[in-house]
């Protein structure tokens, strides 16, 4: 069943939602989308039939797909110079978080063209987006980040590697074509990895120190979904499964304008200056960020058990059930395991305590408590 709703953008949700892209181009007036993607998912079946259909109701279609894993400045430049040079009216994020986020940075970038970083959130830039941006629409080809429901894209520096965030509500897409069938066939790790930085959103965002009830009740629900869905759609998934992690994937990324936490500025610096897969880098740290953040926070972690259906309802047990849950989707519980060594740490903890994440954590985190989390962790 596909249905829709307004929250915090239009959403069409439901199998084969895809297949009304062409028709909403059309009504809108528009004939000339870029599409931004990742190249992986540029090279697979689903992506060329979305194409083609396109191309069968007289659309101009122009593909923009070299980005990186983790996406850096030049990524977005490269983007806008196919769109001048294409004369297109409209961008298509099609795939996960690195593709979403160039193509919301391209969206800005288009008419706000001074050094793309003078628009940072993290220094007030958000206040420099004044001009109008084009027409943007997002379709989800993972259950992870979240970010086609979101305001704001994440771009590294080429050169220093610092994550730096666009932010504006102008970046928001006018509507989300989240298809489930659009991940049904997502292997296994990305499915993991990818679910399991869905969860890390909402745990961190029901955690955030700022008040917001609404997103704490989104986070929890989101929570519920994961828990009843990543397993079977990492192993046997089938449409409710994975049904169940995009709507999560989506709960998360609105949750988190709560903000986030330590988990998160655990992770960023393993993908700016490692290259790891993002959801890998969170799935492996969470364990460990939770454990950090239990004391003083009892109450909190006692309604995120009650949500697990955990028997001893403690933080304790939220944090092994993190454990067995990577086990489960055959994610591993050590740094060591996915490449970081002890000579990493140090540079670690700098990016760790310099990364925006940890200050909405609901205690403070000192560049010490960063380097004893990563060597626990290692």
């Known amino acids: 069943m596909a249905f829709q709703y307004n929250f915090p953008t239009t959403i069409r949700f439901g199998a084969d939602v895809i297949k009304e892209l062409p028709a909403y181009l059309q009504k809108n007036g528009l004939k000339r989308p870029l599409i931004v993607t990742d190249p992986t998912v540029a090279s697979l079946s689903f992506f060329k039939g979305i ?18 894993k983790n996406p850096v400045k030049s990524d977005v430049y490269k983007g806008t110079e196919q769109w001048d040079a294409t004369q297109r009216d409209c961008i298509i994020g099609i795939g996960g978080g690195a593709a979403i986020d160039v193509a919301r940075a391209i969206v800005l970038r288009i008419h706000h063209r001074e050094d793309l970083f003078k ?37 590294a520096d080429d050169d220093t590697h610092q994550k730096k965030i666009l932010f504006s509500p102008k970046l928001m897409a006018k509507i989300v074509f989240a298809d489930p069938m659009l991940t049904m066939d997502l292997p296994p790790f990305i499915t993991a990895a990818t679910g399991m930085d869905a969860l890390t959103h909402n ?119 993190l454990f067995d849950l990577n086990s489960q989707v ?19 903890a700098d990016l760790a305590l310099a990364d925006f994440a940890h200050p909405n954590n609901p205690k403070p985190v000192s560049r010490e408590d960063f380097k004893q989390l990563y060597l626990n962790a290692l």
């Open 51 to 68: 194409v083609a259909d396109l191309h069968a109701h007289q659309l101009s279609v122009e593909v923009f797909s070299d980005i990186h």
């Open 119 to 155: 628009y940072d959130d993290l220094i007030g830039g958000d206040i420099y987006v004044t001009n109008d941006v084009p027409h943007f629409i997002t379709v989800p080809t993972t259950a992870g980040t979240g970010s086609e429901v979101g305001r704001s894209a994440i771009i």
């Open 203 to 321: 745990m961190e965002a029901f955690l955030a120190k700022n008040p917001h009830p609404l997103c704490d009740g989104i986070a929890l629900e989101g929570i519920y979904l994961i828990n009843k869905s990543l397993v079977k759609a990492t192993h046997q998934p089938d449409l409710e499964s994975r049904s169940n992690m995009l709507m999560a994937s989506m709960m998360g990324a609105i949750a988190f304008q709560k903000g986030l936490g330590v988990v998160h500025s655990l992770a960023h610096p393993l993908s700016s200056l490692l290259d790891t897969h993002h959801g890998l880098a969170n799935a492996v740290n969470i364990p460990y960020g939770m454990q950090f953040n239990i004391a003083g926070f009892e109450d909190k972690f006692r309604r995120i058990a009650r949500t697990l259906e955990l028997k001893e309802e403690t933080g304790e047990a939220v944090v092994q059930y």
């Open 330 to 348: 055959n994610i591993p519980h050590h740094l060591r395991e996915i490449g970081v060594k002890e000579s990493h740490i140090e540079t670690l």
